[in-house]
């Protein structure tokens, strides 16, 4: 009896020890090993849908500024704010350097970190209706992240009605889109772990000056997943060719649906929205109210038909 007793200590010991290791293989495998003093930080590229058959930017390389005198928490998450122009007014020049920020911070605890990135040209309206492309990571010092930099190429066009144009950036403003933090835009999906997505809102992005001459200024707006709500749903028939806008008093989001009528809208704050759907050839005009969004939830509206 003291023998089997014991045997069955034995096990149990074993098995204990067994369930720690491989708790602390999966906390591990979470935090994908991040060492000590380092944060990870991962970006999605998404778009917010325009009237062109396709929009190609030319991107070279992304870049964070982290203040690593400031520890304080980062995470919250939501669609708190947009960015809509090249080289903000805190922010000059093209090589890296931050002469702009007015804070107290030291230039000591500034840091500019090169993220992992594939360059090269990037179709925008092919990341419309909930899809979203992995645009850069890395591990960058431990701190608050106060710039995005994405430096663009000199590969940017559009094609609008099977036609191609070159979409120029503002010769007087560089050719660096610079995204200003607030500090509380990041989703923490892990400890260490940040996520953001960068909505490229391409209707409000690209400027018509003159006939066949287009230019780029980024509105891009900034949200988290897993903290914003979204709607999606389906619009027929396609011949109605309609044009979605959701919206309330604080919120305005815009989307096409994809050639099978599907639409998904994502990054939304918490409240009660009004979709309304903007119909051609001869179709109604159609008016969905009182759309309750919450964080992290999916509205599912279903097929709407649309009539003549």
């Not at 928490?73 to 020049?93: E, I, K, L, Q, W």
Request: glycine letters at 8%.
């Amino acid at each position: 009896m003291k023998t089997r007793w014991k045997l069955l200590t034995m096990s149990m010991v074993t098995l204990a020890i067994t369930i720690l290791f491989y708790a602390c293989k999966k906390e591990d495998s979470m935090q994908g090993n991040i060492p000590a003093g380092k944060q990870k930080v991962t970006l999605f590229l998404t778009d917010g849908p325009g009237f062109f058959d396709s929009v190609f930017i030319d991107i070279k390389s992304v870049q964070v500024l982290v203040d690593t005198c400031d520890q304080s928490d980062s995470t919250h998450g939501g669609r708190p704010c947009h960015h809509d122009g090249f080289n903000d007014d805190d922010h000059h020049g093209n090589n890296g350097d931050h002469n702009g920020d007015h804070s107290n911070t030291p230039d000591s605890c500034k840091v500019w970190t090169n993220l992992d990135v594939q360059p090269g040209v990037y179709n925008l309206l092919s990341l419309s209706n909930g899809l979203d492309t992995l645009l850069a990571s890395g591990l960058v010092p431990k701190g608050v992240i106060k710039y995005i930099k994405i430096e663009l190429g000199p590969n940017n066009s559009l094609v609008k009605d099977s036609v191609t144009y070159p979409l120029n950036l503002p010769p007087d403003l560089g050719s660096s889109i610079i995204i200003k933090l607030k500090g509380n835009e990041w989703d923490q999906v892990a400890p260490g772990h940040l996520q953001l997505w960068l909505d490229f809102d391409v209707a409000r992005s690209i400027i018509r000056v003159r006939d066949n001459t287009f230019y780029l200024r980024p509105f891009i707006y900034l949200y988290a997943v897993r903290v914003t709500g979204t709607v999606q749903g389906k619009v027929v028939p396609r011949e109605a060719f309609p044009v979605l806008t959701l919206f309330n008093s604080q919120d305005t989001a815009f989307a096409l649906p994809n050639p099978g009528g599907e639409f998904k809208i994502r990054g939304l704050n918490d409240g009660d929205y009004s979709l309304f759907i903007n119909a051609s050839n001869g179709y109604q005009d159609t008016t969905i109210n009182n759309i309750s969004v919450s964080a992290g939830k999916v509205v599912k509206l279903g097929t709407i038909e649309l009539h003549k």
